[in-house]
T-cell receptor, first 115, second 114 residues
Framework: DADVTQTPRNRITKTGKRIMLECSQTKGHDRMYWYRQDPGLGLRLIYY???????NKGEISDGYSVSRQAQAKFSLSLESAIPNQTALYFCATRDTRESPYNEQFFGPGTRLTVL | AQSVAQPEDQVNVAEGNPLTVKCTYS??????LFWYVQYPNRGLQFLLKYITGDNLVKGSYGFEAEFNKSQTSFHLKKPSALVSDSALYFCAVISSGSARQLTFGSGTQLTVLP
């Protein structure tokens, strides 16, 4: 969905490096999410944000941190990357202002490889 | 806790034949169910959702899904498969009794054979 963009789309880095993945949305949605996808495991939630001042840990937050710099921007950081963080990372947004059960919209993903 | 199971990692079907991708769920409150599709090198795209009302939900690209409360299932169906339907399909659930976060199944790879 072009309304949710992620940068970079691909990144190769080395163990111990700090990495930031960025997500921007033009949909005006209140909630934003970071997931990682691994083969056979589906999508697992890393962090989510209800708004700029409300950040919450997801299922697998260890080794990650996030920042909601603005309503439209939500970045994910790996403070010291390790090889088992090699995965496909997705940002998503959701509009819950009128209904808590609206669908999520996903960005195109960032493929991260940690050597 | 809420969970979603997609019992088949892989489903193969011939073009023109009907297809079914299975999904079962477990929630503590009322379930709100979603199907997403992921094409290669793309993000997930929303297909359809069940919130309330008619148990048969129609969505994008000719797909539909049937909510069955007694069997706790939400199977995705299409009457006539296309080669272009080949993709990875994810079922997801939000429960009214949870923190209202989506929980995804592990995905089912659908291959439609010409």
């Amino acid at each position: 969905d072009a309304d949710v963009t992620q940068t970079p789309r691909n990144r190769i880095t080395k163990t111990g490096k700090r990495i930031m993945l960025e997500c921007s949305q033009t949909k005006g949605h209140d909630r934003m999410y970071w997931y990682r996808q691994d083969p056979g495991l589906g999508l697992r939630l890393i962090y989510y944000s209800f708004d700029v001042k409300d950040i919450n840990k997801g299922e697998i937050s260890d080794g990650y941190s996030v920042s909601r710099q603005a309503q439209a921007k939500f970045s994910l950081s790996l403070e010291s990357a390790i090889p088992n963080q090699t995965a496909l990372y997705f940002c998503a947004t959701r509009d819950t202002r009128e209904s808590p059960y609206n669908e999520q919209f996903f960005g195109p993903g960032t493929r991260l490889t940690v050597l | 806790a809420q969970s979603v199971a997609q019992p088949e990692d892989q489903v193969n079907v011939a073009e023109g034949n009907p297809l079914t991708v299975k999904c079962t769920y477990s929630v503590s409150g009322n379930p709100y169910l979603f199907w997403y599709v992921q094409y290669p090198n793309r993000g997930l795209q929303f297909l359809l959702k069940y919130i309330t009302g008619d148990n048969l939900v129609k969505g994008s690209y000719g797909f539909e899904a049937e909510f069955n409360k007694s069997q706790t299932s939400f199977h995705l169906k299409k009457p006539s498969a296309l080669v272009s339907d080949s993709a990875l399909y994810f079922c997801a659930v939000i429960s009214s009794g949870s923190a209202r976060q989506l929980t995804f199944g592990s995905g089912t790879q659908l291959t439609v054979l010409p």
